[in-house]
C-alpha cells in the first residue's frame, strides 16, 4: 500500500486549501481513511476519517464544521477539503489506511500546511 499525500501550503487564516491523498497498492472496500495531523511540539491527533465502501465519515470535534472529507473511489483518492483555517491547524498532516479487524495502519509522507494570522 502507498499513500501519497499532497495540497499542503501557506494560506492566510480564514482562507482554504484542499488536501489529497492517492492510494494505490490494492483495493480499499472495507478499508478506514482517515487524515491525521501533528503540530510542533505536540502529539499526532486525529483530524478525519471515511469509511471507504459507504462514506460515512467522522471528525474532530476542532474541525466539525469546517473540514470536509471525501473520496473518489475512481481515484482511490481521499480529499481533505479545509475551510476557515486558523492558526492552530499549522501542523503536518498525514493520511492514513485503517485495515479492519487488524486495526494495522498504513501511513503516507505528511505534507505541511501552515496558517498564518
Known amino acids: 500500500v502507498q499513500l501519497q499525500a499532497s495540497g499542503g501550503g501557506l494560506v492566510q487564516a480564514g482562507g482554504p486549501l484542499r488536501l489529497s491523498c492517492a492510494a494505490s497498492?490494492?483495493?480499499?472496500?472495507?478499508?478506514?481513511m482517515g487524515w491525521f495531523r501533528q503540530a510542533p511540539g505536540k502529539e499526532r491527533e486525529f483530524v478525519a476519517a471515511i469509511y471507504w465502501s459507504g462514506g460515512t465519515t467522522t471528525y474532530a470535534d476542532s474541525v466539525k464544521g469546517r473540514f470536509t472529507i471525501s473520496r473518489d473511489i475512481a481515484k482511490s483518492t481521499v480529499y481533505l477539503q479545509m475551510n476557515s483555517l486558523q492558526a492552530e491547524d499549522t501542523a503536518v498532516y498525514y493520511c492514513?489506511?485503517?485495515?479492519?479487524?487488524?486495526?494495522?495502519?498504513?501511513w503516507g509522507r505528511g505534507t505541511l500546511v501552515t496558517v498564518s494570522s
Open positions: 497498492g490494492r483495493t480499499f472496500t472495507g478499508y478506514v
Open positions: 492514513a489506511l485503517v485495515v479492519p479487524v487488524s486495526l494495522n495502519t498504513y
